[in-house]
């Protein structure tokens, strides 16, 4: 029995968790390409790989069945229509041009699905091209990539979302992430897992990161704006949840736009239904515009927005989830460990259940603050997979939930 698909909140008890175990794609990184590819150092790749299969290890034994995003694309890839569209993803970059477009995109249409699979994540360098031609060919350095490598795959959170039981594929807004949402909405559109599987959003919309949406409760969504998704992304989705009847109220959380705080799990991700572990720097600035519908919204893009606000985060929150107050953990303790502990993912939780939450280890100070609160942490070590700058929520795609105690089902059928 696979549960249904979706999710309605971040702690409801986790039952299917899309993964993606790092690979040869992480090998590409060099102190030239990192900034640029979006890694804050050179992983030991084999390091890397036994930590995730370590944080994978830990969800397994707690019952949730975990599905591998490189997996899943091997199997679609045996479809034509996939295929098809993921090779001319894959090579539709204007620093190409026709000639080496299409003698890469001959090369990768004759690769098994699982070598495409791979080389499609991995990407294709110059040297690993035995038939290029053309200009740009001949001008590349034997190094330089014809298919850039995703090693931020990775951070499934970002690349897909479910709310409740529709999935949103997502925009992503850093020119080295894009091509990861072709690997997703293809996943999505062809693996039979997911057939019937309504689209709530797609690559072609205003950006919108995974890593910004937080399910506070069935019915409210928050939506951090910052360095990633933009005010137009969060907009187009609260229209579209209205809409769809996935929710009521979506809170919109403008957030600084730096790398430190690239997304809203990165200073608040919810341990309990009412309890959220946040950067304290930020906890008494953070506001929220609250955005409703008073139509009875039915059209995807048109329906009137109520937009009020801004107002404190956890009391506009506290509001929409229709409960007296939020509780608050903080990161850290003084300013310079909460500082480094937020850098660190320390705020980054994946919650397995009410009370239940996945951290890394390195993060003592707040993981002791998670315990004194009644929160148990499943620590995993992340010293190789934190140079991506992500955490246990971020390397996380919550495919299936089930409901909280008292609330509607999670997902769709
Ligand atoms: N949901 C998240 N916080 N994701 C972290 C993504 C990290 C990744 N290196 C990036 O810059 O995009």
Request: aromatic content about 4%; hydrophobic content about 45%.
């Amino acid at each position: 029995m696979t549960a249904p698909l979706g999710a309605t909140s971040e702690v409801g008890p986790l039952q299917t968790v899309l993964l993606h175990r790092p690979g040869a794609e992480l090998r590409r990184l060099t102190p030239r390409n990192n900034d640029q590819l979006l890694f804050d150092g050179v992983p030991w790749v084999r390091r890397a790989q036994e930590e995730h299969d370590a944080f994978a290890a830990e969800l397994t034994a707690r019952g949730v069945e975990v599905l591998h995003l490189d997996r899943l694309l091997a199997e679609v890839l045996a479809v034509p229509a996939a295929r098809d569209e993921l090779v001319a993803a894959a090579v539709d970059d204007p620093r190409l041009g026709a000639t080496l477009q299409r003698t890469a995109a001959a090369h990768l249409a004759d690769l098994d699905p699982g070598d495409l699979a791979g080389t499609l994540i991995a990407g294709l360098a110059h040297d690993e091209l035995p038939g290029g031609r053309g200009l740009a060919f001949e001008i590349m350095d034997r190094g330089d990539f014809v298919v850039p490598p995703l090693p931020n795959l990775l951070f499934t959170r970002d690349s897909s979302v479910w709310v409740g039981g529709q999935v949103a594929v997502t925009s992503l807004a850093m020119p080295a992430r894009h091509r990861e949402s072709t690997i997703t909405a293809a996943v999505y559109a062809h693996h039979p897992r997911f057939t019937g599987a309504e689209q709530l959003y797609d690559a072609s919309l205003e950006h919108l990161e995974g890593g910004d949406v937080l399910l506070l409760t069935p019915g409210v969504v928050a939506v951090g704006v910052g360095e990633r998704t933009t005010p137009g992304g969060a907009e187009r989705l609260a229209r579209r949840v209205f809409a769809r009847g996935l929710a009521h109220t979506v809170l919109v959380v403008p957030i600084a736009q730096q790398r430190a705080t690239m997304h809203l799990d990165t200073i608040a991700t919810m341990v309990d239904v009412d309890a959220f572990v946040m950067y304290p720097a930020v906890a008494d600035s953070l506001a929220a515009w609250t955005v409703t519908s008073a139509q009875v919204p039915d059209d995807d893009d048109t329906t009137d927005l109520t937009v009020t606000g801004p107002a404190p985060f956890l009391e506009a929150a506290a509001a929409a989830m229709g409960i007296d107050r939020l509780r608050l953990i903080d990161t850290g303790l003084d300013p310079v460990t909460a500082e480094r502990e937020q850098w660190d993912d320390g705020n980054n939780t994946l919650a397995l259940a009410p009370r239940l939450a996945v951290a890394y280890e390195r993060n003592t100070v707040t993981n002791a603050a998670l315990e004194a609160a009644g929160i148990e942490v499943v620590r995993i070590a992340g010293s190789e997979l934190g140079s991506g700058r992500g955490g246990p929520r971020c390397m996380s795609c919550p495919v299936s939930r089930a409901a909280l105690p008292g609330s509607p089902g999670a997902g769709g059928p």
